[in-house]
Each structure stands twice: as structure tokens, then as C-alpha cells.
């Protein structure tokens, strides 16, 4: 059974930090590249942050770029988003997403709250 499984989420301050991890399970994690994407109320999913199957490239919605940080370990099945200097703008439910080179097939997490406020 294929699955992504978000954990981190939660309340934090603005200035805060957290680390959501989404564990894969059911498919080669390794041959995956995995994004991040979140969605505010009322408004359309967006792109966060993604990492190459290898680990070896990342790339950055400018709106997160120099504050998150997209992380893999292929040994854990397991990727990481390490957010730091949150503002409440970075309020939503954030979700991982993991797609195969030829994109043909692709998972999503279930979802985990992440709320900025004082």
C-alpha cells in the first residue's frame, strides 16, 4: 500500500521554526523527486519547495527561499522541510508530493496544518 505520512505540523510564533517529515512507503522512495506544496485558505495550492530524487538539486518558491530548507534521506524514505524566521503568511496546510522521473506517477501526503501566530 502506497503511502505518504506528514508528522510536524502545529502553532508556532511568528520567528518560530518547525520541521515537517513525510515518511514514503509502498513505492521506490529513491527513484522519486518529492516537492512541498501548501495551500492558505481560500486560495489555490502552491509550490513550496522541491528535491531531486537524488537529493542533489533543490529549488524554492521565492516566498520561502533563504528561510525553508527541503531535505531527503533515501535510506529513511523520508523527506524533511526545515522552516525557519516563519511569518503568518506561511499559515496553510502543507503537503508533500512525490513523482516519478517520467511523471506518470505521483503521490500526495495527507496534509498537516502549520499555523503562524502570535
Known amino acids: 500500500q502506497v503511502q505518504l505520512v506528514q508528522s510536524g505540523g502545529g502553532l508556532v510564533q511568528p520567528g518560530g521554526s518547525l520541521r515537517l517529515s513525510c515518511a514514503a512507503s509502498g513505492f521506490t522512495f529513491g527513484t522519486y523527486g518529492t516537492s512541498w506544496y501548501r495551500q492558505a485558505p481560500g486560495k489555490e495550492r502552491e509550490f513550496v519547495a522541491s528535491i531531486t530524487s537524488s537529493g542533489a538539486t533543490t529549488n524554492y518558491a521565492d516566498s520561502v527561499k533563504g528561510r525553508f530548507t527541503i531535505s531527503r534521506d533515501n535510506a529513511k524514505n523520508t523527506v524533511y522541510l526545515q522552516m525557519n524566521s516563519l511569518k503568518p503568511e506561511d499559515t496553510a496546510v502543507y503537503y508533500c508530493?512525490?513523482?516519478?522521473?517520467?511523471?506518470?506517477?505521483?503521490?500526495w501526503g495527507q496534509g498537516t496544518q502549520v499555523t503562524v501566530s502570535s
Open positions: 508530493y512525490a513523482r516519478n522521473s517520467y511523471g506518470s506517477t505521483y503521490y
